[in-house]
């Protein structure tokens, strides 16, 4: 499986961007897809995460509120919908698709990058 991220930009504060992430070369629909993200000289953090049914969802405080994460299995797509951006946002996102019983990342997309300017 591969993981293609796309969606990232420049947006100022305030502003709203989709982040796209899709499979090829296999079925995503039995991983947990997540999203992090990594500011420069800062480590990888979690966003945002799905289980495979779509029906529970997970964020990181920081993004409560302001972040949805969804997935359409039929598209074998996860989105990453980013609302009231602030700079303290912008970084590169990563999807990912990780075991759901070990929680253990299988799969890296690589990487978009947001850049939220004031």
């Known amino acids: 499986v591969q993981l293609q991220a796309c969606g990232g930009g420049l947006v100022q504060a305030g502003g709203s961007l989709r982040l796209s992430c899709a499979a090829a070369g296999g079925t995503f629909s039995r991983y947990v897809m997540a999203w992090f993200r990594q500011a420069p000289g800062k480590d990888r953090e979690f966003v945002a995460a799905?289980?495979?049914?779509?029906?529970?969802?997970y964020y990181a405080d920081s993004v409560k509120g302001r972040f949805t994460i969804s997935r359409d299995s039929d598209k074998n797509t996860v989105y990453l919908q980013m609302n009231s951006l602030k700079p303290e946002d912008t970084a590169v996102y990563y999807c990912s698709a990780n075991n759901p019983w070990t929680a253990k990342t299988v799969y890296w997309g690589q990487g978009t990058q947001v850049t939220v300017s004031s």
């Open positions: 799905i289980s495979w049914s779509g029906g529970s969802t």
